[in-house]
């Protein structure tokens, strides 16, 4: 059963609209987990850590879907157990009722999920694969042009510790871009150029104080 969708757009990943929820008591309360992380895939999708190609997303009892076309993502959450083929054809079908949309509208949104028009038309074709054996929805299932459809296929807890690894990596990059700005500032070059041979002539200075000093008791000890 189709529970949750969500259309994005690839470039920032803003979410632009979303179909009505569909989910039972017992997940209610999940209800706004699925869908942030539904919004965290986008975003993962935006940032290129995840294929622009048909993708499934396990987790727990479901699966994210999503298709990509015309830089905008078509993604719905769904039972793990409901056919690929139907959700390749509602995917489908969201997408090219999108295409009818002048572009241009698309990218003047700023807002998330304020596409509210296109809320309406999710809701319209998502009941027609509620019920997976409806004459139609077996007629999909049967179709030889869909035999071939396929999805890569993720797990969402490896796209999370992904995710971890590379922020780290980010704020180490970032840690040493630092230090060597700090080190490579103008203000440090004038400061060495400034101390530095103060500093040696200092230390010379000693050496030669220093010498001096043990020769003089070499003298006192030796009565020269």
């Given at each position: 059963?189709?529970?949750?969708?969500?259309?994005?757009?690839?470039?920032?990943?803003?979410?632009?609209?979303?179909?009505?929820?569909?989910?039972?008591?017992?997940?209610?309360?999940?209800?706004?987990?699925?869908?942030?992380?539904?919004?965290?895939?986008?975003?993962?999708?935006?940032?290129?850590?995840?294929?622009?190609?048909?993708?499934?997303?396990?987790?727990?009892?479901?699966?994210?879907?999503?298709?990509?076309?015309?830089?905008?993502?078509?993604?719905?959450?769904?039972?793990?157990?409901?056919?690929r083929k139907l959700v390749h054809c509602y995917l489908q079908e969201l997408a090219k009722e999108f295409e009818?949309?002048?572009?241009?509208?698309?990218?003047?949104?700023?807002?998330?999920?304020?596409?509210?028009?296109?809320?309406?038309?999710?809701?319209?074709?998502?009941?027609?694969?509620?019920?997976?054996?409806?004459?139609?929805?077996?007629?999909?299932?049967?179709?030889?042009?869909?035999?071939?459809?396929?999805?890569?296929?993720?797990?969402?807890?490896?796209?999370?510790?992904?995710?971890?690894?590379?922020?780290?990596?980010?704020?180490?990059?970032?840690?040493?871009?630092?230090?060597?700005?700090?080190?490579?500032?103008?203000?440090?070059?004038?400061?060495?150029?400034?101390?530095?041979?103060?500093?040696?002539?200092?230390?010379?200075?000693?050496?030669?104080?220093?010498?001096?000093?043990?020769?003089?008791?070499?003298?006192?000890?030796?009565?020269?």
């Amino acid at each position: 059963m189709v529970k949750l969708t969500i259309i994005g757009r690839v470039s920032d990943g803003l979410p632009l609209a979303q179909g009505p929820r569909y989910v039972n008591e017992e997940e209610n309360d999940s209800f706004s987990t699925y869908k942030q992380q539904g919004e965290f895939i986008l975003e993962e999708i935006s940032r290129a850590a995840l294929p622009l190609s048909n993708t499934n997303i396990r987790i727990d009892h479901h699966c994210f879907y999503y298709i990509v076309g015309h830089g905008v993502c078509f993604m719905t959450l769904c039972d793990s157990s409901y056919p690929r083929k139907l959700v390749h054809c509602y995917l489908q079908e969201l997408a090219k009722e999108f295409e009818k949309f002048d572009t241009s509208l698309v990218e003047r949104i700023t807002k998330p999920y304020s596409f509210i028009r296109f809320g309406s038309i999710i809701g319209n074709i998502r009941r027609q694969y509620v019920d997976t054996r409806t004459q139609t929805n077996l007629s999909k299932l049967n179709a030889k042009s869909l035999q071939n459809v396929d999805f890569v296929t993720e797990d969402f807890s490896q796209i999370v510790k992904r995710r971890k690894r590379s922020y780290l990596l980010e704020r180490a990059t970032e840690s040493s871009e630092q230090v060597s700005q700090i080190w490579g500032s103008k203000k440090l070059e004038v400061i060495a150029l400034k101390w530095t041979p103060i500093t040696i002539l200092s230390f010379v200075g000693a050496i030669l104080l220093w010498t001096s000093l043990i020769a003089r008791d070499d003298q006192g000890v030796y009565g020269y």
